[in-house]
Every structure is written in C-alpha cells, then in structure tokens.
C-alpha cells in the first residue's frame, strides 16, 4: 500500500479571552481560523506489531516521543477502535513548535480527521469529542477544519465562508511556553464570545479585540512587543496580534500585494527570524 498524503493546517487565534482560572487549566473563548500553512502527513497500512511515527522537516527536532499522534493511536488502541490493524506515519513539519499556531494538536486532529472518513475508525460524535479531549484542549478545533468560535464553556460553534484574510507570520529565534505564559496572567474578563455570530469574524470586529496572553508573554519577552510595534507600522495592517500563548506574531491584511510587500520590509530589519505569508481558509 503506498502513502496517502494529508494536510494538517496551521490553527490562528484571531482573538483570545481568558475568562477564569480552573484548579490546574485556565478557561478561555477564542476566535479561531486556519490558515493554509500546513504540515504533511503521509499516512498508510502495514503489516506488524507496532505503528510507526515518525517526524522530518524543519521543524521536527526535538518533538516528545509521547506526541499527539502517538497518543492518539494509543487511546485508538486502547478502545479497540483500530481492530489490530497498524498504520506508518510520517510527518514532514512545516508549522514551527512553541509558536501558538496547533501544529502539534492538528497533527492529531487531521490523523483521526483521516481515519474517520475513510471509514477506519467508526465512532460518534461525543466519542470524537472524548477521545480530542483526552489529547489536547484544541484538538477538537482541528477535526472537520472550518473558523470557529471556542466558547469559555468549551463548546465550539463553527462557520463557513468567513471573510479571508491574507497573513504575515513572524516569528523570533525562541517559542514561549504554554505553561510558563498561563503562568503568568493575571488578567481575567468577562465572558465576550459566549453568543457567537458570524460578524465576529469581520475585520471591524476583531481590530477592537485582544489576545489577552499577549501581556504575560510580552513581560517574558519584551522582544515581541517590539515586533508588534514594527509590524503595526508596515503598509497598514488591519491588525497585528499574537497567536496562542506564541511566539508567533500576525499581522493581517486584506491585499496579498500588502502582506507582501510587509513581508519584505520585515527581512530587512529581521533577517534571521522565522517569516511566512500565509491566508486564511
């Protein structure tokens, strides 16, 4: 059998609200789209004892053994859903780790995404929800991708055909940590997503909102506010705002000539970062 090849797109906040504090976890709402970044993932059947994961590209050095696809295929196996068969994957890696863009938890997302419409796994849609939950708090975003409103109950409310947006992605030589950013926030708002509409995805709308970890991870890191800075100036974005916990910075566009044309002035002053120009799907 010969690989069958899957993209594994980058996930974007556009917006993030942290509304509450949990024993361990934060509680958070989010707007939340996709961009055509991607990571590939070449997935077939073997014969053996074992699945076989693998990782190359730029970005797979020093990815856990314990990732997100090994512990899918371990729940997968656990619940008997697999009925003994076993599975190669390789994944080339395209999204950068530590960056705030999923790459990790929609590598997962598009593996069951796979196996479920290929008939493999057959489960309904709260075992979907079950087995995302036990992975990762967003891996449920990434399965049947489309932008989505993540409300502070953890519920997701999806949509189609969304405005585009054409996007600059910036990022400096270090990742934040998602649990040192958390960490670290202080700042707790009212719930502001809880009654999600389409026109929350309107650049009107999301320019009045906030990634409100940018704080925490601009105190660690005053580096990446003075890249915000940098970015807001060039060629009039629509936004510029951190994604996740980051260390990825965007700035948003609705002209590809614009996004362009930022993305070589940023190379000027930042030769040896991370930049990508990318647009919403």
Not at 60 to 70: A, C, H, L
């Amino acid at each position: 059998m010969s690989f069958i090849e899957v993209k594994s797109f980058a996930k974007i906040n556009l917006a993030l609200n942290v509304t509450g504090k949990l024993k361990l976890l934060h509680k958070i709402e989010s707007i939340v789209s996709f961009i055509s970044l991607s990571d590939l993932i070449f997935i077939k059947k073997i014969k053996g004892p074992n699945h076989r994961i693998s990782f190359y590209g730029n970005f797979s050095k020093n990815i856990d053994s314990d990732n997100t696809v090994v512990k899918l295929f371990k729940i997968l196996d656990k619940k008997k859903l697999l009925k003994d068969r076993k599975f190669q994957i390789r994944i080339k890696k395209n999204i950068p780790q530590k960056a705030g863009l999923g790459g990790g938890s929609m590598n997962a997302s598009s593996v069951l995404n796979f196996l479920i419409k290929k008939k493999i796994v057959k489960i309904s849609q709260k075992q979907i929800q079950n087995i995302s939950s036990l992975i990762g708090s967003d891996v449920i975003l990434g399965v049947n991708y489309s932008s989505a409103i993540l409300k502070s109950n953890n519920m997701v409310k999806k949509f189609s055909k969304c405005p585009i947006f054409h996007t600059l992605l910036v990022k400096p030589n270090f990742g934040c940590s998602t649990k040192v950013i958390y960490s670290r926030v202080k700042k707790i708002t009212n719930s502001k997503f809880n009654n999600p509409k389409k026109l929350m995805f309107n650049p009107e709308y999301l320019a009045r909102q906030e990634n409100a970890l940018e704080l925490a991870a601009f105190s660690r890191y005053p580096k990446l506010k003075r890249i915000k800075s940098f970015l807001e100036n060039l060629k009039n974005p629509l936004f510029v705002r951190m994604t996740g916990s980051g260390s990825v910075i965007i700035a948003y566009y609705q002209s590809k000539k614009d996004c362009e044309l930022a993305k070589v002035q940023f190379k000027r002053k930042y030769k040896n970062y991370w930049c990508n120009t990318s647009k919403t799907i």
